[in-house]
């Protein structure tokens, strides 16, 4: 441990390409920062400061570039770990997909007396309050890190999320129905388990490392939280760093999801619930609510194909792998609750190509009755009935020639 009567600074110089931008981390920490920084975490005005080339190293920095945008100060025996913002936000990640490196750099450091702060370089330029980095900013503060000036620069309060139930809701209302730009799905299955659908690859991997740490530290007792890693053809998986942190934070199983596994699920069930068809119909659908009545229990809704698969797998004019496409295209699908979901699959209850609701005629009035009572929307929803949809309600009316 680097031990100082004064609060001391030890700052790697360069950023990943620096080499290729011309900027310098050194040259965005100055005089003004830190001081700012110093006092706000020592409540120190002096200070001495360190810029330190690559291959510097020490127990705290690794002998590479300034990953997680860090300045490491030292005082009193404590290692506080400082990561900052970009100058500007631009985009969607920007100024936040450091952090995962930052917080990795802290959690698996085994140094006791430690602490882990964010600071805006500049809060002004850009947009740094979306709704989108407004959640980043309540994970971090979930995970612990300390925002030092955002109550100087920020209209909203960051707060950290009370529960992973509080995260979902959150994610709901924010999102809306429109989920595609997400990397990560959080629902719950029928057994109350914590399922998460995350893309790895690109800037999507920092939220869905985001996801998981904030939702290990919210885990509760004997709940079950599962990681399903949505890879692309290359294979990706999360940063083997991200993978360890999660590991050693003993919360979340990891579950990689490549299409060896989506075949193999596929051959050996003409009922296919796989976590390839579950992110899918929650990328195209959005969060779990039923389609007929409007129920938005996650525990109750199950992902419904409107062109089963076990008629998809008899159909003699396509390829393995076109069947396949079908059967986990998230357009060849509904949420609906265990009760419609039954009816659905019995044909009970069917769609016509319009996306009019209709019941089977032979029906008796008392049964009759009570599906009218429980099934409170009699049209699919205009977004759903996309042509590909069309095609799948077409294929399925067919076969029971409504």
């Not at 039923?290 to 698969?309: F, R």
Request: hydrophobic fraction near 35%; proline fraction near 3%; charge should be neutral.
């Amino acid at each position: 441990m680097i031990i100082s009567s004064e609060p001391r600074f030890i700052i790697k110089k360069n950023l990943q390409k620096s080499k290729n931008t011309g900027v310098y981390f050194s040259d965005l920490m100055t005089k003004e920062v830190l001081d700012e920084v110093c006092y706000k975490v020592t409540g120190k005005n002096e200070y001495s400061v360190d810029f330190v080339d690559n291959d510097y190293q020490d127990e705290f920095l690794p002998n590479t570039y300034n990953k997680g945008r860090l300045a490491l100060l030292h005082y009193q025996g404590v290692a506080n770990y400082i990561s900052f913002s970009e100058l500007e936000v631009h985009g969607r990640n920007s100024s936040v997909q450091s952090v995962p490196t930052a917080f990795n750099m802290y959690y698996t450091n085994p140094y006791v007396n430690k602490r882990l702060f964010y600071y805006f370089l500049n809060v002004q330029a850009g947009n740094a309050e979306t709704d989108y980095l407004i959640m980043m900013y309540r994970l971090m503060n979930t995970i612990g890190f300390q925002f030092l000036n955002a109550n100087a620069g920020l209209r909203s309060r960051i707060q950290a999320y009370a529960s992973i139930e509080d995260i979902m809701f959150n994610r709901r209302v924010s999102s809306g129905r429109n989920q595609s730009n997400n990397a990560t799905y959080i629902t719950k299955d029928g057994a109350h388990a914590i399922e998460i659908y995350g893309k790895v690859y690109g800037a999507s991997k920092y939220e869905t490392s985001m996801m998981c740490y904030a939702l290990s530290m919210l885990k509760k007792s004997r709940q079950k939280i599962t990681l399903y890693e949505v890879l692309e053809q290359d294979l990706k998986e999360l940063p083997e760093v991200s993978r360890n942190v999660i590991n050693q934070m003993g919360a979340i199983d990891i579950v990689p999801t490549d299409m060896t596994l989506e075949k193999k699920l596929f051959e050996e069930n003409d009922s296919l619930r796989s976590p390839r068809y579950i992110y899918n119909l929650l990328e195209h659908v959005g969060p779990k609510r039923c389609v007929l009545c409007d129920c938005g229990i996650p525990e109750l809704i199950q992902g419904a194909h409107v062109w089963p698969v076990a008629s998809i797998k008899k159909e003699g004019s396509l390829s393995f792998e076109e069947k396949l496409r079908r059967a986990i295209d998230g357009h060849n699908g509904l949420w609906l609750c265990e009760n419609h979901h039954k009816l659905f699959d019995e044909n009970i209850i069917m769609i016509d190509e319009n996306g009019k609701v209709k019941y089977r005629d032979t029906l008796p009035t008392e049964h009759l009755d009570f599906i009218s009572q429980i099934t409170t929307i009699d049209i699919i929803p205009e977004y759903l009935m996309t042509d590909r949809f069309t095609e799948y309600l077409w294929r399925r009316n067919q076969a029971i020639a409504i």
